[in-house]
């Protein structure tokens, strides 16, 4: 069976799901054949990487199959959580840091320390993969949120990108809402995001974290400060209305403003440079994110892009850490990879490959060069339950940018839910 035939998609994978019988659902064939299952989500650039990288590794171990077990990244926690609560986890599965605590926590993952080679990964990294002394993750890449810009499209505005080394959020919305009159609205000057990484990066400008211990850090007053950015944008047209950035929130890479080249800056994560250039088709650049005026810190940070993980309850617990060291630690995987999941975190891997990344990836490389010495260190695992904050930050902000919640409400009420949730 070809790699390619073995990728699922969400609408497969769900039907597929019906039919599946046993606790697990990989196995050995009657040959000796080992068959592992992935789980990961992404676009339709990851999946044709990630084809190719399993491939590869079938090619170097013929006695293990991989099925890659793909979906879009809205519903890939709610497929896994229904998988895991079914017994039905698969072998190997990709998860962010915001979701390790709460599946290492539950048993569900398998402790890495003695089956996967980290020796060339840097200490700080790989210690975000650690939960209560066990390394139950191994981090695939480092990045950072930052904002992307088309240039082009700044231009064709007649506007001016600020120094990114100065501006500050009121900056931002002023280039916003130029981009968006000097084009008559033909091109919109961002869109909106109510990523947690966000928050924590204007947060910790203001001092704050967005964690402390299992409660929310950041202060009703953040709150309301950081929905003023977004109800300043909406309100000079800087972003889209408010039907059409909850209409745009949940689209893929694609799909996006920057994406279609219908929006010249969106604030992403920079290991999607390579994917939003494919999609755009045109040169991007990143830039720091801006900053209050003032404010000691820009509040950026370096993080894993993702972990691999393998089940606590594999059947085929061997072949699974060793398809995630080949992952990891393979630089011919590197070169099929690149920085789809972040800069290798393995040092050697990244040397192999990097004369041979793209100019996105090369662009990456040297953003996140020149900005990391003004980077935080990369953060611990967030208390179990913060998987769920984007949705949390989404329906609130929403309630704010429609006008069905004042912020003050908002923020009380969103601290509230969110402090039962974590202490849960």
């Keep these: 069976m070809s790699s390619g035939k073995k990728i699922w998609s969400a609408a497969l994978l769900a039907t597929a799901m019906l039919t599946v019988t046993t ?10 054949t080992v068959t592992l299952r992935f789980a990961y989500w992404g676009s339709d650039a990851r999946r044709e990487m990630t084809e ?3 491939a590869k590794f079938e090619a170097k171990n013929p006695t293990i199959e991989v099925e890659g077990e793909i979906s879009d990244f809205p519903s890939y926690y709610e497929r896994l959580a229904t998988q895991v609560a079914g017994r039905d986890a698969p072998d190997v599965m990709t998860l962010e840091i915001r979701a390790l605590r709460e599946y290492a926590e539950r048993g569900t993952l398998a402790d890495l320390a003695s ?11 790989l210690a975000t993969g650690v939960v209560d002394g066990k390394q139950y993750a191994i981090p695939s890449g480092v990045n950072s949120f930052a904002l992307v810009v088309n240039p082009a499209l700044v231009k064709r505005a007649k506007a001016t990108l600020p120094d990114d080394s100065s501006w500050t959020w009121e900056d931002f919305v002023e280039l916003c809402s130029t981009v968006t009159a000097g084009t008559s609205g033909k091109i919109t000057g961002t869109q909106l995001s109510w990523n947690p990484a966000y928050l924590q990066i204007y947060a910790a400008q203001k001092g704050e974290q967005l964690y402390t ?11 309301k400060d950081w929905w003023a950015i977004t109800q300043d944008l909406i309100k000079t047209k800087g972003s889209p209305t408010a039907d059409k950035s909850s209409e745009l929130y949940d689209a893929g890479i694609e799909q996006t403003l920057i994406g ?8 992403i994560w920079t290991n999607v440079l390579g994917a939003a250039v494919k999609a755009s088709g045109q040169e ?5 994110m801006p900053k209050i005026e003032g404010a000691p810190t820009s509040g950026m940070f370096l993080q894993p ?6 089940s606590s309850r594999s059947e085929h617990a061997a072949e699974a850490a060793k398809f995630i060291d080949f992952m990891i630690n393979d ?29 996105a990836d090369q662009k990456t490389l040297a953003f996140v060069n020149e900005v990391r010495g003004e980077l935080a260190d990369p953060p611990a695992a967030p208390p179990k339950g913060s998987s769920a904050m984007e949705g949390i930050l989404r329906r609130y902000s929403e309630e704010v940018i429609f006008n069905r919640m004042t912020p003050d409400e908002a923020a009380q009420k969103l601290i509230t839910e969110a402090n039962a949730l974590l202490a849960g």
Excluded: H, W
């Design 23 to 32: 606790a697990c659902g990989s196995g050995e064939s009657t040959d000796g």
């Design 213 to 223: 211990g299992n409660k929310i850090g950041v202060s009703p007053q953040t709150l």
């Design 305 to 310: 892009a993702m972990f691999y993980t393998a």
């Design 260 to 267: 279609t080249n219908t929006g010249a800056t969106s604030m």
């Design 331 to 359: 630089a011919e995987a590197g070169q099929i990879i690149l920085s789809d999941r972040g800069l290798p975190a393995n040092a050697k891997v990244l040397s192999a490959v990097n004369a041979k990344l793209p100019d």
């Design 115 to 125: 089956k996967v080679s980290a020796a060339d990964i840097d200490a700080k990294i």
């Design 284 to 288: 991007l650049e990143l830039v720091r």
């Design 52 to 54: 190719a990288a399993i």
